[in-house]
């Protein structure tokens, strides 16, 4: 399936601001099952893009707006070709130890409701696989999703509250798969589903021996396919973030904008996603790119 895709945000705030800086990882990587035709990231401020790359592996694109700005927008444009491999990810840029993604972080930490629950959802499996599956499926029951919108909130928070974002949810699944013993981490990017809504998008990756890395979309309760664009990976949320950033003011208006559209045996499917918040800052981070651009493909 070729699926293309724009995604638009614009920041509004209160007051003119200066030096905002802002972190973009929103540019994937091809890999098996993933062919990146046409990608670009424009800024309407007077920036430079500096390219980079991550210690997950991740590529960044970093800019300060030295000048003041009253307004921010982000523009995304991109194209790209997906076969379904069944969420296994293979020749994805990997440099660290798998090991590592046993580490938990302030987002994934598994109390002892989570332990518990784990454990109940695992209990009669007996295959590493046999097991990541019916925690799927349990995380999937037990939390259904509420909204894209949102804070990402932690693993304990979002099974405490019974609901939350496809990543509060995706917080949840390596919790428990972490504390089980398998290495996992969080993955974003975007997802069309079959009702062809198309909206920004987060799942959960775990490694299981013999197999490698696979994808656990709890949101869906399936392993990422064809209709999944995956961008950034990390030990959490946090780590994956498509804009993160910090601006010294009050942010009085944000617009998220998602359209993607799937090309499949001639035929043209399409979705448009938007939505505006309005919240108070001081020091803030966001996530979700004018001025400068910079093109992949």
């Not at 399936?222 to 990976?233: F, G, L, T």
């Not at 617009?255 to 020091?283: A, C, E, N, P, V």
Request: aromatic fraction near 8%; hydrophobic fraction near 35%.
């Amino acid at each position: 399936m070729r699926l293309r895709i724009r995604h638009h945000l614009h920041y509004r705030f209160a007051e003119p601001v200066r030096n905002v800086t802002q972190i973009l990882r929103m540019t994937p990587r091809s890999h098996e099952g993933q062919h990146i035709m046409n990608w670009r990231i424009d800024v309407d401020v007077d920036c430079m893009l500096k390219a980079g790359v991550d210690g997950f592996g991740n590529i960044t694109h970093t800019f300060t707006a030295k000048g003041l700005s009253k307004e921010l927008a982000i523009s995304l444009f991109g194209e790209i070709e997906n076969f379904d491999t069944a969420g296994l990810i293979r020749g994805s840029a990997e440099r660290l130890p798998v090991d590592l993604f046993l580490r938990g972080s302030d987002l994934t930490t598994a109390d002892e409701p989570l332990r518990r629950f784990a454990e109940t959802a695992v209990a009669e499996e007996t295959t590493d696989l046999g097991k990541l599956h019916a925690l799927l499926d349990a995380v999937h029951v037990a939390l259904p999703i509420a909204s894209e919108r949102g804070d990402l909130k932690s693993a304990s928070e979002t099974f405490a509250a019974k609901t939350g974002t496809s990543g509060a949810v995706a917080h949840v699944f390596i919790a428990c798969a972490r504390h089980l013993g398998f290495p996992a981490r969080f993955a974003s990017g975007y997802y069309l589903g079959e009702d062809e809504n198309g909206t920004s998008h987060a799942w959960s990756e775990a490694y299981v021996g013999g197999l490698g890395w696979i994808g656990f979309d709890a949101a869906h309760a399936i392993c990422p396919q064809e209709r999944h664009i995956r961008v950034a990976s990390g030990l959490d949320g946090l780590a994956a973030a498509p804009v993160r950033g910090t601006y010294a003011a009050e942010l009085t208006d944000r617009l998220d904008i998602t359209t993607l559209f799937g090309f499949d045996g001639g035929q043209r499917q399409s979705q448009t996603q938007g939505g505006q918040s309005q919240s108070q800052g001081g020091q803030s981070q966001s996530q979700g790119s004018g001025g400068q651009s910079q093109s992949q493909g």
